[in-house]
């Protein structure tokens, strides 16, 4: 524990500071540390879905389902329209989940979807083919409960797809897909594009950021405009559900121009500017020697503070 | 609760002063800190919305892209300015009186130069664009030019401020009760640098300052000069002009004083400057505020009526916006509310008082605030494709950012003030030894005390 010795206000601005980066805190008390195993059984007919088994609420005609984050659930599909008199199918799917049951009829009357629930929040399961009934088989909502720490998330794997070749300057698709452990797509996740730089330091500069689509892919136009070959690199944050990944590639830069030209001035590392591709009108240009002059006015300056600070280190090694 | 130490006896009267804000806070003091430190947390809280939400949480959009941001950003560069007049030029022209209000002067310098090079990063959205400047940056660019001068004063400036510190500093390290905190005894003697006083060491210290004092002018010309170019060397109306470099270095001197004379009013109440800092002071720097500020009015007329003579197309559209238009309201409380009237006020023997050239103070750094408005918002509001006029309404965020930027530059400011003097003591004391010995040789008989200079009121 510090103390600002002679700064009454201190701890007002510590408490401030305090406000303003808030330690997080973690509840761990009462979460089980293992799932538990949920089993429903619903009939599907034409006049909606009637859970047979398991806990259920009824709500505004709805069917709502309520387990917790990390659940072990077996939902057991019937087909309940055997007394319809001519077949009616359906198909249940649980969108969040990348889930769907198959076609349910009178030839496949029982289906079961098996998953675990790692993600929290609310999630609709549905009829998404057209049937007799569709209306009332559009209201089953399942209730996922957040439980802190109750449920490992599920490992995924990235993997980078980019043209061999590029001109540079030119446009290049680069596609990155997501999948779980089990090779299913991971839709909706967000995934980081990223082209190593080198100034000083070498890092990662952010290139965007894309959504992956029902196939777990995410694709980014680039338009690479530095020279030399890139590097690129994508990486899936993670989440609850989703265990971080990441994956690199290289590309290739073909063409022999460079991007950029300075027509005036002189050749300076990174100076190029003069956009070839947008035509710069030509007009004044700054002459060359004006680099030279404004880095000797700017070398004479820094000389000037250099020496300057040098007479405060003599006045500090002055002996009596 | 108001801490209170006991200062040394060993102290001069001058010590004292200097010494007494260091060692003892007053609760109103303290109050006003948090409440400062308060408006800066919710600077910071607004910008991590603005960081999350991007620049969308502004009122900046496709065509009036600068805003709230760049008005501080001009504002606070031009009153940096207030370090270099009155310490450099006063000290290379050898004003004497200007001994008790420089290191007020530099501070703000230093302070308005950290808080102003923030707001373009602001304006940024993602702040690691600024690494852009650097990994794209190209000498023919004035904002690359912008960042090398700012760089370069804030460096200077800082050098500046420190330099005429270091006797003060071995002041505090040999003077400082022994109750005070020992964070502070290590900090005044490593700032001390060895300080003993002997002449080598005045000598080196003197050519130290002289030869920044003379470097630092210049410097500080060219840091307004390249922010004014950034307007000027864009095919804008309003912006596009010929005059704006001398034009935005005299506003910027303008409100620097400004800025100075307020500072000034504030710790000479404060911590009892009344016997160092007087009425000659303030009336000093209210001559050159009214001077600048005549000058001022001269380069705006030139600047609009040679525009207005002309009348191209896009020129009367902003003259119509600003003159009688939506943004005349802040145009005319510049010109006669935040020029005319200070200039005034301080040329009218009556109202030239310390009340008085506060007032005018005041009104010239509101008024010059709203002409960076002026100068930076309506001229992008005027379209220059056939399209409607483009708007701009801040929104809370740029408003938080703002009130937050001028609370952390009040609160650094005013933090200084209780780390170190905030008047030079040994110049000031040297000064008034040189009264003294001036008095000495004018009065060969015995008599009264020679007055101290500046105490005539």
């Given at each position: 524990?510090?103390?600002?010795?002679?700064?009454?206000?201190?701890?007002?601005?510590?408490g401030?500071?305090?406000?303003?980066f808030?330690?997080?805190?973690?509840?761990?008390?009462?979460?089980?540390?293992?799932?538990?195993?949920?089993?429903?059984?619903?009939?599907?007919?034409?006049?909606?879905?009637?859970?047979?088994?398991?806990?259920?609420?009824q709500?505004?005609?709805?069917?709502?389902?309520?387990?917790?984050?990390?659940?072990?659930?077996?939902?057991?599909?019937v087909?309940?329209?055997?007394?319809?008199?001519?077949?009616?199918?359906?198909?249940?799917?649980?969108s969040?989940?990348?889930?769907d049951?198959?076609?349910l009829?009178?030839?496949?009357?029982?289906?079961?979807?098996?998953?675990?629930?790692?993600?929290?929040?609310?999630?609709?399961?549905?009829?998404?083919?057209?049937?007799?009934?569709?209306?009332?088989?559009?209201?089953?909502?399942?209730?996922?409960q957040a439980?802190?720490?109750?449920?490992?998330?599920?490992?995924?794997?990235?993997?980078?797809?980019?043209?061999?070749?590029v001109?540079?300057?030119?446009?290049?698709?680069?596609a990155?897909?997501?999948?779980?452990?089990t090779?299913?797509?991971?839709?909706?996740?967000?995934?980081?594009?990223?082209?190593k730089?080198?100034?000083?330091?070498?890092?990662?500069?952010?290139?965007?950021e894309?959504?992956?689509?029902?196939?777990?892919?995410?694709?980014l136009?680039?338009?690479?405009?530095?020279?030399?070959?890139?590097?690129?690199?994508?990486?899936?944050?993670?989440?609850?559900?989703?265990r971080?990944?990441?994956?690199s590639?290289?590309?290739?830069?073909?063409?022999?121009?460079?991007?950029?030209?300075t027509?005036?001035?002189?050749?300076l590392?990174?100076?190029?500017?003069?956009?070839?591709?947008?035509?710069?009108?030509?007009?004044?240009?700054?002459?060359?020697?004006?680099?030279?002059?404004?880095?000797?006015?700017?070398?004479?300056?820094?000389?000037?503070?250099?020496?300057?600070?040098?007479?405060?280190y003599?006045?500090?090694?002055?002996?009596? | 609760?108001?801490?209170?130490?006991?200062l040394?006896?060993?102290?001069t009267?001058?010590?004292?002063?200097g010494m007494?804000?260091?060692?003892?806070?007053?609760?109103?003091?303290?109050?006003?800190?948090?409440?400062?430190?308060?408006?800066?947390v919710?600077w910071?809280?607004?910008?991590?919305?603005?960081?999350?939400?991007?620049?969308?949480?502004t009122g900046?959009?496709?065509?009036?892209?600068?805003?709230?941001?760049?008005?501080?950003?001009?504002?606070?560069?031009?009153?940096?300015?207030?370090?270099?007049?009155?310490?450099?030029?006063?000290?290379?022209?050898?004003?004497?009186?200007?001994?008790?209000?420089?290191?007020?002067?530099?501070?703000?310098?230093?302070?308005?130069?950290?808080i102003?090079?923030?707001?373009?990063?602001?304006?940024?959205?993602?702040p690691?664009?600024?690494?852009?400047?650097?990994?794209?940056?190209?000498?023919?660019?004035?904002?690359?030019?912008?960042?090398?001068?700012?760089?370069?004063?804030?460096?200077?400036?800082?050098?500046y401020?420190?330099?005429?510190m270091?006797?003060?500093?071995?002041?505090?390290?040999?003077?400082?009760?022994?109750t005070?905190?020992a964070?502070?005894?290590?900090?005044?003697?490593?700032?001390?640098?060895?300080?003993?006083?002997?002449p080598?060491?005045?000598?080196?210290?003197?050519?130290a300052?002289?030869?920044?004092?003379?470097?630092?002018?210049?410097?500080?010309?060219?840091?307004?000069?390249?922010?004014?170019?950034?307007?000027?060397?864009?095919?804008?109306?309003?912006?596009?002009?010929?005059?704006?470099?001398p034009?935005?270095?005299?506003?910027?001197?303008?409100?620097?004083?400004?800025?100075?004379?307020?500072?000034?009013?504030?710790?000479?109440?404060?911590?009892?400057?009344?016997?160092?800092?007087?009425?000659?002071?303030f009336v000093?720097?209210g001559?050159?505020?009214?001077?600048?500020?005549?000058?001022?009015?001269?380069?705006?007329?030139?600047?609009?009526l040679?525009?207005?003579?002309?009348l191209a197309?896009?020129?009367?559209?902003?003259?119509?916006?600003?003159?009688?238009?939506?943004?005349?309201?802040?145009?005319?409380?510049?010109?006669?509310?935040?020029?005319?009237?200070?200039?005034?006020?301080?040329?009218?023997?009556r109202?030239?008082?310390?009340?008085g050239?506060?007032?005018?103070?005041?009104?010239?750094?509101?008024?010059?605030?709203?002409?960076?408005?002026?100068?930076?918002?309506?001229?992008?509001?005027?379209?220059?494709?056939?399209?409607?006029?483009?708007?701009?309404?801040?929104?809370?965020?740029?408003?938080?950012?703002?009130?937050?930027?001028?609370?952390?530059?009040?609160?650094?400011?005013?933090?200084?003030?209780?780390?170190?003097?905030?008047?030079?003591?040994?110049?000031?004391?040297?000064?008034?030894?040189?009264?003294?010995?001036?008095?000495?040789?004018?009065?060969?008989?015995?008599?009264?005390?020679?007055?101290?200079?500046?105490?005539?009121?």
């Amino acid at each position: 524990m510090f103390r600002l010795k002679g700064f009454p206000f201190a701890p007002a601005l510590l408490g401030g500071l305090a406000l303003l980066f808030p330690m997080g805190s973690v509840r761990a008390e009462g979460i089980p540390a293992v799932a538990a195993e949920k089993s429903f059984t619903i009939e599907v007919s034409r006049n909606g879905f009637t859970v047979v088994e398991g806990p259920v609420h009824q709500m505004k005609g709805e069917t709502h389902l309520s387990i917790n984050q990390g659940d072990q659930v077996t939902m057991t599909l019937v087909y309940a329209d055997t007394d319809y008199g001519k077949n009616n199918p359906h198909r249940i799917a649980l969108s969040k989940f990348g889930l769907d049951s198959g076609l349910l009829d009178a030839d496949n009357p029982r289906r079961t979807i098996t998953f675990v629930a790692r993600r929290d929040g609310d999630s609709f399961f549905r009829c998404v083919k057209v049937c007799e009934g569709h209306k009332r088989l559009q209201a089953g909502k399942l209730m996922v409960q957040a439980v802190a720490g109750a449920v490992a998330a599920q490992p995924t794997r990235l993997a980078l797809d980019v043209p061999r070749d590029v001109e540079r300057g030119e446009p290049a698709a680069l596609a990155a897909v997501l999948t779980d452990a089990t090779g299913r797509p991971v839709q909706g996740e967000p995934v980081r594009f990223l082209a190593k730089t080198n100034f000083f330091l070498e890092g990662w500069m952010v290139l965007g950021e894309v959504t992956t689509d029902s196939s777990g892919v995410a694709v980014l136009t680039f338009r690479p405009a530095q020279s030399g070959d890139v590097n690129l690199m994508v990486a899936f944050p993670g989440d609850s559900a989703y265990r971080a990944s990441e994956a690199s590639a290289a590309i290739t830069e073909v063409g022999v121009s460079r991007l950029y030209r300075t027509e005036g001035g002189i050749q300076l590392p990174g100076t190029g500017v003069q956009g070839t591709r947008f035509g710069a009108a030509p007009g004044f240009r700054i002459p060359p020697f004006a680099a030279i002059a404004l880095t000797f006015i700017i070398l004479a300056i820094w000389s000037t503070y250099f020496f300057v600070v040098s007479q405060v280190y003599r006045i500090s090694q002055e002996r009596e | 609760m108001a801490s209170v130490k006991k200062l040394p006896d060993n102290l001069t009267e001058l010590e004292k002063v200097g010494m007494r804000p260091l060692l003892q806070t007053s609760r109103w003091f303290a109050l006003a800190l948090v409440g400062l430190a308060g408006v800066v947390v919710w600077w910071m809280y607004a910008y991590s919305v603005q960081l999350r939400g991007g620049l969308a949480v502004t009122g900046m959009r496709d065509v009036v892209m600068w805003g709230l941001y760049i008005v501080n950003f001009v504002f606070f560069i031009g009153i940096s300015h207030a370090g270099t007049l009155i310490s450099a030029i006063l000290r290379v022209t050898g004003a004497g009186w200007r001994t008790p209000i420089t290191r007020m002067a530099e501070v703000i310098t230093v302070v308005a130069l950290m808080i102003g090079a923030l707001m373009p990063i602001t304006d940024l959205g993602h702040p690691e664009r600024a690494l852009n400047l650097v990994i794209f940056g190209r000498y023919q660019s004035p904002i690359l030019w912008d960042f090398l001068s700012i760089t370069t004063y804030l460096t200077g400036s800082l050098i500046y401020l420190y330099l005429p510190m270091i006797p003060d500093m071995a002041m505090l390290r040999d003077k400082l009760p022994l109750t005070a905190p020992a964070w502070r005894r290590q900090l005044y003697t490593m700032l001390a640098a060895g300080w003993r006083g002997t002449p080598t060491q005045k000598r080196r210290l003197e050519r130290a300052i002289s030869i920044m004092a003379v470097l630092i002018i210049p410097i500080a010309v060219s840091v307004h000069t390249v922010v004014s170019w950034i307007f000027s060397m864009t095919v804008r109306p309003g912006w596009n002009s010929t005059i704006f470099g001398p034009y935005f270095v005299v506003g910027a001197i303008f409100s620097g004083i400004a800025s100075i004379l307020i500072a000034m009013v504030i710790f000479r109440r404060i911590y009892r400057l009344e016997a160092y800092i007087t009425k000659k002071h303030f009336v000093y720097l209210g001559y050159l505020m009214l001077a600048l500020g005549v000058i001022y009015m001269y380069f705006t007329a030139a600047e609009y009526l040679t525009v207005a003579y002309k009348l191209a197309d896009n020129d009367r559209q902003l003259l119509t916006l600003l003159f009688t238009g939506s943004q005349a309201p802040w145009f005319w409380a510049f010109g006669v509310g935040g020029t005319l009237v200070p200039v005034l006020i301080v040329a009218y023997p009556r109202t030239r008082t310390i009340p008085g050239i506060l007032v005018a103070a005041i009104l010239v750094n509101i008024g010059m605030w709203l002409k960076r408005f002026v100068i930076v918002v309506p001229s992008l509001q005027v379209p220059l494709m056939p399209f409607d006029f483009g708007r701009y309404q801040p929104t809370w965020v740029e408003w938080s950012v703002t009130a937050g930027a001028f609370a952390g530059f009040i609160l650094i400011f005013a933090l200084f003030s209780k780390v170190f003097p905030i008047i030079s003591v040994w110049e000031v004391a040297e000064q008034e030894e040189k009264a003294a010995r001036t008095a000495s040789r004018l009065v060969p008989a015995p008599g009264p005390a020679a007055p101290r200079e500046g105490s005539d009121v």
